[in-house]
C-alpha cells in the first residue's frame, strides 16, 4: 500500500510537471468542460424563469445537487480515465501484455497511467456549484456532516468507477467495448435531476442495476435534508461497495480470460 | 473547373468508404444511438415535470408535446449534421500525414467535406429518415392537434443539409487550428458546449432572454439547429422559413470565405515549417 | 533455471457472424474452432545459459514466451521459471524476470526516460546502492545518456529499443526475454544490442531467452537453440553446424542496365555444380542466382558476373530461418 501512493506521487509529480509544460492546452481543457457544466446552469435558469420549482425542488436545491453529481464525476474523471483506452483500443491493439509483466497490481499500472487534469473543470464547478447553492439555501453543516460529505463523494466517485470498470472490462471478451461504455455512462445524465420526476422503470435502473443515482441525487438529498441518513449516506457507501466487488470481480475474470487466449 | 458530375466521381468513393467502414462496426452505430436516445429520455422527464410544475400548459408557445418533439428533432438533426472533421485534420497534423494529401492531386477540403458527407447519407439511411418516418406515423395514428406536414419535412431537410454545410465548414477552420496548439481535444470540447447550447439544441432559443436573443441573430448557431428544428415543427410560416434558408445560405458564403482564409494562412505556416 | 514439461496450449477461436442480430448473437453463443499453438513441448534451461527460441511466424514462439512470463495459461503441462510457476504466480515471478517485446514498447509514452527509471525502481523495490550501479552500468552498455531526459514518445526506434532493454533489466533479472529485440533496426544499433546482450550475459550470468527472425542474432549470441515448427519441438541442441550444415544457400539478386545482355546460356560462369548448388532465373532486367556458399564463394560469382555484364545493383541474402528449417526436414535432421 505504501509502495503504491509512493508510485502514484511520482506519477503525479511527473504529470504535473507535464501539465506545467502544456499550460494554456490544460486551461484550455478545464474551461472546455467547465462550459459544458455552465451550459447545463444556464439550462436550468432559463427554466426557472418560467416555473416556481421543478417538482417541489427550488433552483437552489437543484443547483446543489446539479454541482454535487460533478464533483464525483470529475474525480473519477480524474484518476481512471485510462479505462476508456481500455474499452476502445488497449485490447484491440494488443497492448494489454505490459500491465501483466510488472509486479504491481495491473489495475493500478492501467490507471496511473494516465491522471487527466481536463477534470477539474468539472471538479471546479461542481464545488462552486455546492459552496454557492449552500450559501444560498442557508445549510450549515457540522463537523460530522462534512466527513459524511467527503464519504459520499469518495463513495459516488467508486461508484462511477466501478460501472466504467466493469464495461470497460467487457473489452477482455469483445475487444471493443468502448461504445457500450458509452451507452452505461450516458445514464449518469439521468443522476443530476430529482429522481421523483423520472418513471419507475428508469427509477430501478438507475438505482439498483446501473446505480448512478447514488452519486448524485440520492447523497445530496440527505443534505438537503429531503432524506435519512441511513438510506442516503450509508445507502451511497454500500451501493459503492457493492458495485466495485462485482466490477472487479468482472475485471479479474476478464484478465483470466486474456490469460487464456491471448491477444 | 471540372463538371460537377466529373467532382461527384471523383470524390464520391470518399464517402463510400466512410460508410463502408462505419458500417463495419454497426453495434458501435446502435449503442452511439441508445446513448443518444439515453440523454434525450432525460431530457423528455425533465420537460414533463417542468410542464407539471407549470400552471400554463404552453411555455413561450410550446405544449409539452411541441417540446417532446422539438427534443426528439433537435436529436436527429445534431446527430444528422454531426461530424469529426476538426479532430480527423487535427490528427493528421498531428501525425504528419497532412502533407500526403497536399500532395494529391485532389483538393482537401472537397476530399474532407465528401467524407463527412458519407456520415451524413449513413446518418440519414439507417437513423433520420426511419426515425421521421416512425414519428409521423406516431403522430398521425395519436392523431393530436398538430400535423407534421409534407412540405416542412422537405424543407426541414434542405435546412438540414445547410445546417451540415455550416458545421463542417466551422470544424475546419477548428480543425486548422491544430496548427497551433495539441490539445485540440480540449478546444472542440469547448466549440461543442458553446454550439450545443446556442445552437438550441437543449433549450428552445425563444427561451433565451431578449438581450441573448437579439446578439445571435449575428451569430450562426441558431441556423445549426434552431432553424431546420422550426421549420420541421410549423412553427414559422413558409415565408420565414425561407429567409432561414437565405440566412443559412449567406453563413455559408461567409464561413466558407473564412475557412479558405484560415487554410491559406495555415498552409503557409505549414510550409514554412515544414508540418 | 527454467523447466518446461509437456506444454500445451489451445486456442478457441470464435467464428464471427455477419449482421448486428449475428454480433448480438455472438455475444452469447459462438462457433468454436480449437486451434493448438504448442504440443507437448519440454526443455530445461541452465543458469546463465543463452538459449534462442526460433521457428517460422505462428509457429508457437509467442505462445511459450507468453506462458514462461505469466501473460497466459496454458492448457495443459508443467512450466516453472526459477522455482516458480509463472501463471500462478505471476507478480512474484515478474519480479525476478525481464521481457523485452521488440514490437511493443512496455515504457511510459509520455514521461522522460530517466523518470521511468525512477518509477521501476519503485515497481521492484529496488535498494539505492544498487539502483545507482546498476543505472551506471546500463547507461555504459547501453549508452543511454544521450537520450536519458527526453520523453519516451520522442525517441528512435533504436533508441527506445535500448530503454526497453535497460528498463528490462533494471531489477537485475534472472532470467530475460528477448522477443524480436533486433526487428526494424539498423545494423549499427543491432551490432551494439547484440554486444550489450552478451556483455550482460557474462558479466550477471542472466539466463537469456531470445526470439528471432536473424540468424546474425543467434550465431553470435547462442550456444544452443531450440527450434519449434507447428507448435512442436523439432530440434534442441548446438547452433554451430545448424548453418554450415543447413544455411548454406545464398541468393544474390542483380539488376543490369541493358536488358538485351542478359540470356541464361552465356551466364553459365563455367563452375561445374549441379543445379542444387547453382540456380539462375531472369525477371525483366533482373537476375537472381542461388548458390551454395559452401562450393562456390559470393566473390566468385560477382566477379563473373561483372565480366559479363553491367550491374545497376546488387542485393544479397543469406538464408532465413523459414528455409534452414526446410533444409533440415528434407536431410532428415528434425524429428517430426
Not at chain 1, 471538479?123 to 460530522?144: E, H, R
Not at chain 1, 451511497?236 to 470481480?249: D, E, G, K, R
Not at chain 3, 546463465?48 to 512470463?69: D, F, L, P, Q, R
Amino acid at each position: 500500500m505504501k509502495r503504491y501512493l509512493s508510485l502514484y506521487k511520482t506519477f503525479l509529480a511527473q504529470y504535473l510537471k507535464i501539465l506545467m509544460e502544456y499550460r494554456i492546452d490544460f486551461l484550455i481543457g478545464l474551461i472546455g468542460f467547465g462550459i459544458i457544466q455552465l451550459s447545463g446552469i444556464a439550462f436550468l435558469y432559463l427554466i426557472f424563469a418560467e416555473i416556481p420549482n421543478l417538482n417541489g425542488w427550488s433552483f437552489e436545491q437543484i443547483v446543489f445537487i446539479y454541482g454535487f453529481a460533478q464533483i464525483p464525476r470529475g474525480l473519477d474523471h480524474l484518476i481512471t480515465d485510462n479505462l476508456w483506452i481500455l474499452s476502445k483500443s488497449i485490447i484491440v491493439k494488443g497492448q494489454f501484455d505490459r500491465y501483466l509483466l510488472r509486479p504491481i497490481n495491473p489495475l493500478f499500472h492501467l490507471v496511473s497511467e494516465v491522471i487527466q487534469f481536463d477534470a477539474f473543470g468539472e471538479l471546479l464547478v461542481g464545488i462552486a456549484l455546492v459552496i454557492w447553492s449552500m450559501i444560498k439555501l442557508k445549510i450549515t453543516v457540522s463537523f460530522l456532516q462534512i466527513l459524511l460529505f467527503i464519504l459520499t463523494i469518495i463513495s459516488g466517485a467508486v461508484i462511477y468507477t466501478s460501472i466504467k470498470l466493469l464495461f470497460a472490462s467487457l473489452s477482455f471478451w469483445i475487444k471493443n467495448s468502448h461504445e457500450i461504455l458509452w451507452m452505461n455512462y450516458s445514464l449518469s445524465d439521468f443522476s443530476k435531476y430529482p429522481l421523483s420526476i423520472y418513471s419507475k422503470p428508469i427509477r430501478t435502473i438507475i438505482t439498483y442495476i446501473i446505480p448512478f443515482g447514488f452519486t448524485a441525487f440520492i447523497p445530496a438529498s440527505y443534505f438537503l435534508n429531503k432524506g435519512n441518513l441511513y438510506t442516503c449516506v450509508f445507502g451511497t457507501f454500500a451501493a459503492a461497495i457493492l458495485s466495485f466487488i462485482i466490477a472487479y470481480t468482472i475485471w479479474l475474470n476478464g484478465i483470466k480470460a486474456y490469460e487464456s487466449s491471448g491477444s | 473547373m471540372l463538371s460537377l458530375k466529373r467532382q461527384c466521381e471523383i470524390y464520391f468513393p470518399f464517402s463510400k468508404s466512410v460508410i463502408q467502414s462505419n458500417m463495419t462496426y454497426k453495434l458501435n452505430f446502435v449503442m452511439s444511438i441508445c446513448g443518444g436516445l439515453l440523454k434525450t429520455a432525460v431530457m423528455y422527464y425533465l420537460w414533463r415535470a417542468i410542464y407539471n410544475s407549470s400552471s400554463q400548459t404552453a411555455l413561450n408557445g410550446f405544449t409539452l408535446n411541441d417540446m417532446v418533439m422539438y427534443i426528439i428533432i433537435s436529436f436527429i438533426t445534431s446527430r444528422l449534421i454531426t461530424n469529426s472533421i476538426d479532430f480527423q485534420i487535427a490528427e493528421e497534423v498531428k501525425q504528419g500525414s497532412i502533407a500526403m494529401n497536399l500532395i494529391k492531386p485532389i483538393d482537401y477540403h472537397t476530399k474532407l467535406f465528401f467524407e463527412a458527407l458519407g456520415k451524413l447519407i449513413q446518418e440519414l439511411i439507417f437513423f433520420a429518415i426511419p426515425t421521421i418516418a416512425f414519428l409521423i406515423m406516431i403522430v398521425h395514428t395519436t392523431a393530436g392537434n398538430q400535423q407534421i406536414s409534407l412540405s416542412n419535412i422537405f424543407l426541414y431537410f434542405v435546412s438540414a443539409f445547410l445546417s451540415f454545410c455550416i458545421l463542417f465548414l466551422i470544424n475546419i477552420s477548428f480543425g486548422l487550428i491544430a496548427f497551433y496548439t495539441i490539445n485540440i481535444w480540449g478546444l472542440t470540447y469547448i466549440k461543442f458546449a458553446i454550439t450545443r447550447f446556442l445552437s438550441g439544441e437543449l433549450i428552445p432559443i425563444i427561451f433565451f432572454p431578449l438581450w441573448v436573443q437579439t446578439i445571435l441573430k449575428f451569430m450562426p448557431f441558431t441556423s445549426l439547429n434552431y432553424s431546420p428544428v422550426m421549420i420541421c415543427l410549423g412553427k414559422i410560416d413558409l415565408k420565414q422559413s425561407i429567409s432561414l434558408l437565405l440566412l443559412q445560405i449567406g453563413w455559408i458564403v461567409f464561413l466558407f470565405i473564412l475557412s479558405r482564409w484560415i487554410w491559406n494562412k495555415a498552409i503557409k505556416r505549414l510550409t514554412i515549417l515544414g508540418g | 533455471m527454467i523447466y518446461v514439461e509437456n506444454l500445451s496450449k489451445e486456442f478457441c477461436i470464435y467464428k464471427r457472424q455477419p449482421g448486428i442480430l449475428g454480433s448480438l448473437k455472438g455475444i452469447f453463443k459462438r462457433d468454436i474452432e480449437i486451434k493448438k499453438a504448442i504440443e507437448n513441448i519440454s526443455f530445461n534451461i541452465n543458469k546463465g545459459e543463452m538459449v534462442g527460441y526460433i521457428g517460422a511466424n505462428g509457429a508457437g514462439k509467442s505462445t511459450t514466451i507468453k506462458i514462461m512470463t505469466g501473460i497466459l495459461t496454458p492448457t495443459s503441462g508443467k512450466c516453472q521459471v526459477n522455482g516458480i510457476t509463472p501463471y500462478e504466480n505471476r507478480t512474484a515471478n515478474a519480479q525476478h524476470i525481464g521481457v523485452v517485446f521488440g514490437q511493443r514498447t512496455q515504457l511510459w509514452w509520455d514521461l522522460p526516460l530517466s523518470e521511468t527509471f525512477t518509477i521501476l525502481k519503485k515497481i521492484y523495490n529496488i535498494p539505492e546502492d544498487q539502483y545507482n550501479t546498476r543505472m551506471e552500468f546500463l547507461s555504459e552498455v547501453l549508452d543511454l545518456d544521450s537520450f536519458i531526459k527526453y520523453p519516451v514518445r520522442t525517441l528512435s526506434l533504436g533508441q527506445r529499443m535500448r530503454a526497453d532493454l535497460a528498463s528490462a533489466l533494471i531489477h537485475n533479472p534472472k532470467v530475460l526475454f528477448l522477443d524480436e529485440p533486433t526487428i526494424g533496426l539498423d545494423i549499427v544499433v543491432k551490432e551494439k544490442i547484440r554486444k550489450a546482450i552478451k556483455f550482460i550475459n557474462q558479466e550477471y550470468e542472466t539466463t537469456i531467452i531470445l526470439t528471432t527472425h536473424d540468424l546474425q542474432d543467434i550465431e553470435e549470441l547462442c550456444d544452443r537453440i531450440i527450434i519449434i515448427d507447428s507448435g512442436k519441438k523439432v530440434y534442441d541442441g548446438n547452433i554451430k553446424n545448424i548453418k554450415k550444415d543447413y544455411g548454406y544457400i545464398t541468393t544474390i539478386e542483380a539488376t543490369f542496365s541493358n536488358k538485351n545482355d542478359l540470356s541464361l546460356s552465356n551466364l553459365s560462369f563455367g563452375f561445374k555444380l549441379d543445379s542444387q548448388d547453382l540456380n539462375l532465373n531472369i525477371e525483366d532486367n533482373k537476375i537472381i542466382i542461388r548458390f551454395n556458399n559452401k562450393k562456390v564463394a559470393v566473390s566468385q560469382i560477382i566477379a563473373c558476373l561483372i565480366n559479363e555484364v553491367q550491374i545497376k545493383d546488387l542485393h544479397i541474402y543469406e538464408m532465413g530461418i523459414e528455409d534452414i528449417i526446410k533444409n533440415m526436414y528434407k536431410a532428415g535432421e528434425l524429428n517430426a
